[in-house]
């Protein structure tokens, strides 16, 4: 129930405050949030699962942001478009979490 007041109370915000992002950061920034995304989703599938340790979610939230972020910071500077393999992966691994997900709620396995 936190997590999904916590979720509401984000969407609010940024609609009501919205943040702009220079153009010069947009690729940084989009794929440090693909990570957030990707630990957050990870964390909801290892908690459906009875295995969510905090201190394993925002370890790998913020390790994952910040790594995410410096690759493309990395990829930019070698003018390689690193940013593009780390969009894939973490879009992959999110796609991957949400079909357990969904089997964990539907209990498809079951079936």
Same mark, same amino acid.
């Given at each position: 129930?936190?997590?999904?007041?916590?979720?509401?109370?984000?969407?609010?915000?940024?609609?009501?405050?919205?943040?702009? =992002?220079?153009?010069?950061? +947009?690729?940084?920034? @989009?794929?440090?949030?693909? &990570? !957030? #995304?990707?630990?957050?989703? %990870?964390?909801?599938?290892?908690?459906?699962?009875?295995?969510?340790? =905090?201190?394993?979610?925002? +370890?790998?939230?913020? @390790?994952?942001?910040?790594? &995410? !972020? #410096?690759?493309?910071?990395? %990829?930019?500077?070698?003018?390689?478009?690193?940013?593009?393999?780390? =969009?894939?992966?973490?879009?992959?691994?999110?796609?991957?979490?949400?079909?357990?997900?969904?089997?964990?709620?539907?209990?498809?396995?079951?079936?």
């Amino acid at each position: 129930m936190i997590a999904l007041l916590g979720l509401i109370a984000g969407l609010l915000i940024g609609i009501f405050i919205p943040v702009h =992002i220079p153009q010069a950061y +947009s690729n940084y920034a @989009a794929v440090a949030i693909l &990570a !957030a #995304l990707d630990s957050i989703v %990870g964390g909801y599938s290892a908690s459906l699962e009875g295995k969510f340790n =905090i201190k394993i979610f925002l +370890s790998g939230f913020f @390790a994952n942001s910040f790594t &995410a !972020a #410096l690759l493309a910071y990395i %990829g930019d500077k070698l003018g390689i478009q690193i940013h593009l393999a780390a =969009i894939f992966a973490f879009g992959n691994r999110i796609f991957l979490n949400i079909g357990n997900i969904r089997r964990k709620l539907i209990k498809a396995d079951d079936i």
